[in-house]
Every structure is written in C-alpha cells, then in structure tokens.
C-alpha cells in the first residue's frame, strides 16, 4: 500500500494509491488560485484595464513592462491565465490503471491527465458528476476562448527573474509547470475516456481489487470510494457534507470497519456555519436591492447556486423583492438548470419524492415559469435588451478573472450602492478583488461550504470505527 | 403466474435457502380470483413475510405490479419490495387507476384501497442501476437496464456464488425513446427471461415505422378517423414521438389528440426521468424536449362525435375498458375508420378479439357490435423478439434458461431453439409447477497459515494474478472445510502416519565395478539437475534430495547394474522423473 500525494490544494486533491498492484489515482482536482496572478479577461475593452501602468523594477530596468502590470500596488501577469497542474514528474502516470472521481470539482484536470501522460486506463465517476462536470469545462473553456488574448507571457517565469518580482509572485512554485487552459476537443476526448458508475456499484479491477463509490452528500453525484480486496479495505473519503441539502445524504455506514481512511476536501472555514451564511447571503442582497443597488454573486454554474435560488425562492416574497430580476448568466446556464431537475435518483429524499409527484425537484423551474428568473448564455445577445437594473446577477467565474464576472465588476465596482457577496469559499477574496481596486462597491463575504469540519470528523471516525487514518 | 401465459407474473426462486417473489401482477383476460397470483404457493396458513426474503418489481405494468397493494396489504406482507425509481414514482398512479375502473366503474367491493396502495409503496425501496443491493447479509440484488417501458429492469439475484437473472420484460433494440437491455457477462446458474415473441423475427423497425404512418396518413386523408389503443405510458410515448416528427415534416394539420388524465402527467414523468432515455432524448433534452409535443393535444369526451379526421391515442391498450373501448364502440361501425393495435393483447380481451378476426362482438347487455371500421395489428410493443432473446442469452452466458411471459406453443419452439444453439437446458414450467435447477455452488475452504506459508515459501515468490498448486490434507469436520498440513491432520484425528514408499529397479548395461557405476550416475545427474541438491553418500548411493538411489550388481549378469530407485509418496513428481531420466541410459562417453 503506497500513496503518492499529487496536489497541494486541500480541496481540490489529486493522489494516487499503488494497492495489490493496481494504481489507482483519486480524484484530478485543478488548482485555479494560480489565475489570481493574472489581469481579469475583460469581454467589453476596458480603459481602466488598458491604461495600468507596466511594472518597473527597482533598478529602473523596463524590460518587463509588457508582461507584468501594477494595479493599486499589485502586481500581475497580463497574459491568458494559467492553471497549476497536478504534479506529473514524480511518477509515471501512464501507469495508471483507473482514475475514480469524487465529485464535479474534482475533475477539472482530467484533460492534462489523460492526453498528455500517456494514459490509457479508464475513469470512473457517476452520470452526474459527468454531466455538471461537462458544464463546469465547457464554461472554463468559453469564458477563457471568447476572449483572445494577444500575448502570452513568459519572460516572467525565468527563475532569474522571478527573483526579482514582488510576491506574490515572487513566491509561486513551479510557475514553469504553469498550463494553459485545455480546449473542447481535449475536453470531449477526456470526457469519452470515462465509464459511468452508480452509488453502490462494485467494480472489479483486475480481479484484485474491487472499488465502489458511495454517497458522500456534497454535491449531486458526489462520491466517497471503497477500494478493497478480500481482506483489506481502503476508504477515500473526499468532499463529503453531513449537512441536509440537496444531494443524497452521506452513506455513512459502508464506511466501517476500513483499515485506512483517506481524508481530504475538508471545510476550508471551519468557523463559517453554512446556514448563517445563506442568512447574511439573504438580509445583504434585500438591503442592497432595496437601497437602489445591484447584487453581484459570482458563482459556479452548479452547486450552491441551486441552494441559494431555493432559498430566494422562499425568501423573496417575505422580503418584499417579488418585482427584482434574478439573471444566471453563464454558456451553461440554461443546461445546468435543466440537468438540476433530471437527476431525481441523485437527490435527497424530499426532492425525490417530490419528482414521483411529478413534480420538479428544484423550484427554480417555478421562478424561470414566473419569469423571475432568467438565464442567458452571455451578456451579450438577448440579456442586453432584458436587463433592468436594480437587479441580482449570478455569475462566474468565482476567481474574478475570466467569465461574464469581469464586466460586471468594471460595470458596477464604481458605485457604492452596488454589492458584491462571495458564497464560493475556493478563493481568498481579497485576492481576488485586487485587480478592481480601488473599488466603492460593497463587498460581502459569506463562504457557504458545506463540506466536513472537523467536530464532525471526529464524529465520523468514531462512528466508522478506522484502524489507520491518512489526511494527505 | 406467467408460466406459460402473458399476464400476472409472479415467479418464486428459492435460492440457497432465500426466497425471493419476482414481480406481482394481475391479468388482463380474467375479472374473477384469477386475476390475481395464487398466493397460496407460498404459505397457506403463516405470514408472507416469514417466507419471502424480498420482493422485486421489474416494471410498471400492470400485469408485472398490478396485485402488489392485494398482496402486501390484504394478503399481508411487510418485507422489503424493490424496484427502481421510474417504477416506484408511476407504479402508485396505474394502480391508483386500475382500482378507480375497478371499483368506481365496474363497482366491485373488496378490491385494494387508495390507503393500501400508499401503505404498500411505503414498503418500496428504491434501488439505482447497477448499484448492488444487499438484501440482508448474503443476498443481493443488483438492477440492468431493460429498455421496455420508463424505469424497466433486469435483476439479478445472488446468494454466495450462485445467480439467478429475471429479465422481467425487455427490448434488445433502441427505439425512438428508450435504450436497447444491456447485461454484462454474469454468468448467473438461471436465467428467466419473458418470451412473448418467442417465435416472431420482427422486419426492420423503419418498416414498420413507415407502415404505420402511411396507413394513419391514408386514413386521414379520406377523413377517417384513427383510434390508438395504447397504455398510458410506454408505447405511447414512443407512438408520439413517431406521429408529431410526421405531423411536422408533412405539415399536417389533423388534430391529434390524447385520451385525457395519465397522459400530461406521463410526459412528465418522462420529462424528469430522462436519464432513462436513449441516448439521443437525453444529449437533446436541453435545448429540444422530446417529450413537450406541439401537435398532440389533451381529448375531451365531446371530441369523439366531432366531424372530420382526428387521430386518438386511448388507453387501456387491449380494448378491455375504459375510454379506448367507449370510442371504440362510437367509431367501430364506420369502414372509414381505422383501429391500430399497437400491442400484444391478452386472450378474452375486445382487443384479442378483433384482432383474431371477429367481427361481431357480444357486448355488456347482450348487444351484438359489429365492427366495420378496419383492423390493424402492429407490432410496437417493446418486446425482445427471437433474435433478441437469443442475443440476451449470448450476453449473460446462463448455465440454464427459464421461459416465463408467453405462449407455451411458442415457448416449446424457442426451447428448442436454445437447447440447439446453446447446449443448456431450458425450461418453460405453467403456472403452479416447480423447476429444480441443480447448481455448482462454490464450498469456502480454509487454509491453516502454517501450510500457506510454508507451501508458499516453496518455488517461486507467489503472484496475486497467477494461481499456484498447493499441497495439504482436506479436513471435512463439523460442516466446515479445512486445508490443513499432513501432520496435523494426523495429529488431530488422532492417526498413525503410514510411510508409502516406492522402489523401482533401472536395469543398465555397464560392466564397471558398483561404485563406478555409482559414480557414472552421480555425475550424469548432477549434470541435468542443476537446480537439486544431487550427494554422493560415502556408502556409494545417491540422493537427490530425499530420493535415495543405490547402484548394485545383476546377480546372475555382472554386465549388468541394476538402480534401485527409492522414494516416498510425497516426493511422486521428482521420483518417477528420476526413473524415466535412468531409463534413458548413461550418457556414452565417460568421465
């Protein structure tokens, strides 16, 4: 029994396990904070963007102005953003015999993995992890494809001069090992590589070792995997919720009697209650709507976003914002919405029954049929001839560099009646407001992540009883 | 139920002492006790419960779910009752509606409740594809994709390492809506598999797709008007699909209209559950739902005496009640209209009638009916045919094949038909009749660790992908089996150890003195056998390892020596190897 650990983003894991001759990588999480170093990718020209000035060393040496722009004393790369890759050097990942994955979020590197390593095993995961995963990819890669971007800078990454640079530059690893967004056909090749598995479902590798996913509550499709043989049992348990929302609850009880445990993707802010956050998300969007504002959320397509429209559902009439447009703008707005409401067996039990009905799950579809809530695939087309202000704005990418976010934040960042709130707890805010600064716009953070703190951890442990226990 | 029959399946297994009850259903031709399985089977005085391990539903129809509420409420029964979502969500509203015709229309008493049908689905577990579900701690279940209808499926059923498969009702070919049945190759002991087409080849799907069209096209255009005797899910759905793609190439304008309650919420539920879709709905879904038909409208009672041509899809299907057969009765007189099966109808129903060539119908009340309007079959139900069946058998590679869900003429030409082509036995049991299936069932051994490490310790270092040969004593005791070392068994059943030794005499031809000889064989022997450890004892015999070879003089021919060979019983392999290599002779040439 080996584990290679191949990511250092705790929640977003990359391992790989070597178990009675199989290997078998966990998870392919993609490390985005590295795209905080980048200048946004704006859709419409903008003069604030265009005009920062280059940065100039100490020495008074210029030859970096062209790559390297300073905004209200940051300093960034002005280049098509760069992903930071699971490491690839320390093995052989054409060794790979399967790849399983936990959940949507947890994919996003797939593409690096299986077309440039030589890979040649199969992917596990289940439909929905799929599907939204798709919808996550397809939207990385418009939001970044619809913006050409002229130059691609390198200069910066040359250890000699990276030296030089402030941090946080100056401090990033293996800047060389930086990537470029994957494109679609990459995408699709990747995609086909997997073969779709349900919760429960006992896999055999190899006649050596079964695996199975099981329910872990974070998101729909999500998965917790057993990895055993005959007489040892492995759990790799990866951004797992004990919380009630809208996925399948955690199975909890497959889980015992394990010989090793694999934790990761725990809560990145312990201190932050989820359902206190949806409150402060709720009480600071009606006070900005009501004192004339508008709302930014930048968000993912899927996922919590499906949890807060239920609450607004809920809450909007009470408070008084029935007349307020909701807009969800993203290429895959209208297909994430849509797949919400068709993975009924995925879903918890309320949402379940409320299908045998029939019923739709979400009441999204309720707020899109009373016009409440519209989606567009851009701001460009439709949305411009539909938009009223004030209004709510649902949108990504949650880094702030890339996506329809960019317009909205040049749009509304100057007004101080506007607000932006921050539910996706994968970046640091701040870091990702610098670019803007300075900014009057109010800013908001309210983290909503569901994922296991540690009290419930070590509820979970003493309940599933774990002779060895690993937290890579 | 089902044996030899369509209509009220109802299978028992008993496998490695668990019971498992397949499917509920009730049939369609019979109004009286026969409607229903006979439960009796089963236990005739103690609660199902203590009998059945579990109970599995395969799909919605309801010959396949339809006596389930009677079963688990009236008759009594608390298990589990699996089946897969789809089929959990639509199950409850056909039966909710098989009762309302039941008792509100035919006005039937001690028939199941509205209350006892909720009551029973809230015994429903709902299981995922694919996903094994462990009944209890040996048995499990685990559901394949069947294509039949919205949420159809296989299951398989295993205990320890013996399966059985239950096709339940299935379709080896795509069609407009649903994917084609898939199974791995499980190999399970018994397959049971439905047979309604058993001896039927069907043509090409687009033949008959067209056929269809082309005679409701005609039928219009002469102003007639169409009746489509569907159920409210299923071939429906497929049937819409078919006629509104129609409509709108041909921009028709024709009203097509849907008989009224199920129907709206049947497109929904097919709109929510559309990962059980083919392939082609579930990539389109997004932008185009097949199932929000533009030209397909809801009907109204009234619309039947309306004038002009109008195409009607009505349930039920076999013309046995309801609104298919009140239209029917309206429209049967004009040779205008047309009438499309578009399944398989059970003996006794109007629908079985017509179609076998009656055309004066003895109705409620003694009415003679006499039907002008034309007839027409068409096969659309989502049923295997021969080829499929075939097909399916070839995919699971059963040790054996049960027919169940058809006509036992029909079955005894498909039996045939497998026994031939398979070499596995086939059975087609009627109803009420037992088959035993013997099976091979695989017995645990366990191993002492002192044997496996000593074996292992022998030979090459062990590999987890190849198998290794292994050398022990197998104790039978106390209904357990173990692989235990020789000595110990002894010493545990209290024996004494017998040596067996075999001697064998190699005859050569060496003048040489004994001790020459001895030494030619030393030699010679250590030469081949690199790998053992070959001593020349001072007493001048040999021993490879602990085989002992003694080279003595022929007494009466001092030409000839002869080797006596000696070794025990559990050195048989190197010993007779020994013999055939001295039996060779001594290479010429001597050291």
Not at chain 1, 145 to 167: C, F, G, H, I, T
Not at chain 1, 238 to 258: C, E, F, I, W, Y
Not at chain 2, 22 to 51: A, E, K, V
Not at chain 2, 129 to 144: N, P, S
């Amino acid at each position: 029994f080996l584990q290679y650990c191949l990511s250092g983003h705790p929640t977003l894991p990359c391992n790989v396990l070597k178990f009675k001759s199989t290997t078998i990588m966990l998870d392919c999480g993609l490390d985005m904070t590295s795209t905080l170093n980048f200048l946004p990718l704006p859709l419409v020209q903008s003069p604030r963007l265009s005009k920062l000035p280059g940065w100039v060393l100490k020495d008074g040496s210029t030859f970096l102005d062209k790559e390297l722009k300073e905004c209200s004393g940051h300093v960034f790369v002005d280049s098509v953003p760069e992903f930071c890759l699971p490491e690839t050097e320390l093995l052989d990942l054409s060794t790979v015999d399967v790849i399983l994955i936990s959940n949507y979020h947890c994919m996003m590197a797939l593409p690096y993995i299986t077309e440039y390593t030589g890979f040649t095993g199969t992917v596990y995961a289940t439909e929905p992890t799929v599907q939204i995963g798709r919808l996550l990819m397809e939207e990385l890669v418009n939001s970044i494809e619809r913006v050409p971007k002229a130059q691609s800078a390198s200069m910066w990454k040359n250890k000699e001069v990276q030296r030089l640079l402030p941090a946080p530059l100056k401090d990033a690893v293996e800047v060389s090992m930086w990537r470029k967004c994957y494109t679609m056909p990459e995408v699709n090749a990747a995609l086909s590589k997997i073969q779709l598995v349900g919760y429960s479902q006992k896999i055999e590798l190899f006649g050596a070792v079964q695996v199975t996913p099981l329910s872990s509550g974070y998101a729909l499709g999500s998965s917790n995997w057993i990895i055993q043989s005959h007489y040892e049992k492995v759990s790799y348990v990866s951004g797992s919720s004990l919380l009630t929302t809208h996925p399948q609850p955690m199975d909890q009880a497959s889980l015992k009697n394990s010989d090793v445990l694999i934790l990761t993707g725990l809560t990145q802010i312990p201190t932050a209650n989820p359902d206190g956050m949806v409150g402060e998300f709720c009480s600071n969007l009606a006070m900005t709507v009501r004192n004339g504002g508008n709302v930014l959320v930048p968000c993912y397509p899927s996922g919590v976003i499906y949890d807060l429209l239920e609450c607004l559902y809920q809450y909007i009439d009470s408070a008084g914002l029935s007349n307020v447009p909701f807009y969800f703008i993203s290429p895959v707005a209208n297909s994430s919405l849509e797949f919400s409401q068709i993975f009924a067996e995925w879903l918890c039990h309320n949402k379940q029954t409320k299908v045998y009905l029939p019923e739709p799950p979400f009441p999204h579809a309720e707020l899109i049929q009373t016009n409440k809530l519209k989606h567009y695939p851009s701001i460009h087309g439709d949305f411009s001839n539909d938009f009223k202000q004030p209004c709510v704005v649902f949108t990504g990418h949650p880094s702030l560099r890339f996506g329809d976010v960019v317009h909205f934040m040049e749009l509304w960042g100057k007004s101080s009646l506007n607000t932006v709130i921050f539910t996706e707890p994968d970046f640091s805010y701040l870091d990702a407001l610098a670019p803007y600064q300075p900014l009057a716009m109010k800013c908001v953070y309210c983290p909503i992540d569901t994922r296991l703190n540690f009290i419930q951890v070590s509820k979970l442990l003493k309940e599933v009883q774990v002779m060895n226990f690993l937290l890579p | 139920g089902a044996g030899q029959d369509v209509g009220r399946s109802c299978i028992l297994v008993s496998i490695a002492g668990k019971n498992v009850m397949l499917d509920c259903g009730m049939h369609m031709g019979y109004n009286d006790d026969r409607r229903f399985p006979d439960f009796s089977y089963i236990t005739q005085n103690g609660r199902l419960t203590d009998f059945l391990d579990c109970v599995i539903i395969s799909h919605f129809h309801l010959d396949h779910c339809g006596a389930l509420p009677y079963f688990s409420e009236m008759v009594g029964y608390d298990g589990p009752i699996y089946m897969t979502h789809p089929t959990k969500a639509i199950c409850p509203i056909l039966l909710e509606d098989y009762r309302k015709i039941t008792v509100d229309k035919k006005g039937e008493t001690n028939f199941f409740t509205s209350q006892m049908i909720k009551d029973c689905m809230k015994k429903v577990v709902a299981v995922h594809l694919h996903q094994t579900v462990q009944v209890d701690e040996e048995l499990e279940i685990k559901a394949y994709y069947a294509g039949h209808v919205l949420g159809a499926a296989m299951f398989q059923i295993k205990v320890g390492c013996e399966s059985v498969v239950y096709t339940g009702d299935y379709n080896m070919t795509p069609d407009r809506h649903l994917g084609a049945a898939w199974i791995d190759k499980c190999r399970p002991d018994l397959l049971i598999s439905e047979s309604t087409y058993a001896t039927t080849i069907r043509d090409s799907k687009r033949c008959r797709e067209r056929d269809f069209l082309k005679k409701v096209h005609e039928t219009v255009e002469r102003g007639g008007k169409v009746l489509i005797p569907v159920f409210a899910l299923g071939r429906a759905q497929e049937l819409c699909i078919l006629l509104e793609t129609f409509w709108e190439r041909m921009n028709l304008k024709a009203p097509i209209y849907f008989s009224t309650g199920l129907t709206e919420k049947a497109n929904h539920y097919y709109k929510l559950f559309i990962t059980w879709t083919n392939q082609k709905i579930r990539k389109t879904f997004v932008q185009r739902n097949m199932f929000e038909f533009k030209h397909i409208k809801a009907f109204d009672r009234a619309f039947a005496d309306n004038p002009g041509p109008m195409v009607v899809f009505a349930t039920p299907g076999m013309l046995h009640a309801g609104q298919s057969l009140q239209i029917f009765r309206k429209w049967a007189g004009n040779e205008k209209n047309m009438v499309i099966m578009p399944g398989y109808c059970v003996q006794g129903t109007v629908g079985h009638k017509i179609l076998s060539g009656q055309r004066k119908l003895e109705m409620e009340g003694r009415q003679i009916l006499e039907v002008k309007m034309q007839v027409e079959y068409m096969s659309f139900s989502a049923h295997a045919d021969a080829k499929g069946i075939m097909q399916l058998i070839r995919q699971a590679e059963p040790r054996s094949v049960l027919l169940v869900h058809g006509e036992a003429k029909k079955m005894e030409f498909l039996k045939q038909k497998i026994e031939q082509e398979f070499h596995v036995s086939c059975y087609m049991p009627a109803n009420g009749e037992t088959t035993t299936v013997l099976t091979n069932p695989c017995i645990p051994v366990d191993i002492s660790l002192g044997l496996l490490k000593r074996e292992t310790a022998i030979g090459p270092l062990p590999d987890a992908k190849k198998p290794k040969l292994m050398h022990g004593t197998l104790l039978m005791k106390d209904n357990s089996f173990r692989l235990v070392s020789p000595e110990q068994a002894l010493k545990e059943l209290g024996l004494a150890e017998h040596q067996l030794r075999f001697t064998c005499r190699v005859h050569i031809q060496d003048p040489r003195k004994e001790h020459e000889t001895g030494l030619r064989v030393y030699n010679h022997l250590k030469g081949i056998l690199k790998d053992y450890s070959v001593q020349h004892l001072p007493d001048g015999s040999i021993t490879v390892e602990s085989i002992l070879i003694q080279a003595t003089a022929h007494s009466e021919d001092q030409g000839t020596k002869v080797l006596l060979v000696s070794w025990t019983y559990q050195d048989e392999e190197l010993g007779s190897y020994l013999t055939s290599l001295l039996k060779k002779g001594l290479p010429q040439s001597t050291p």
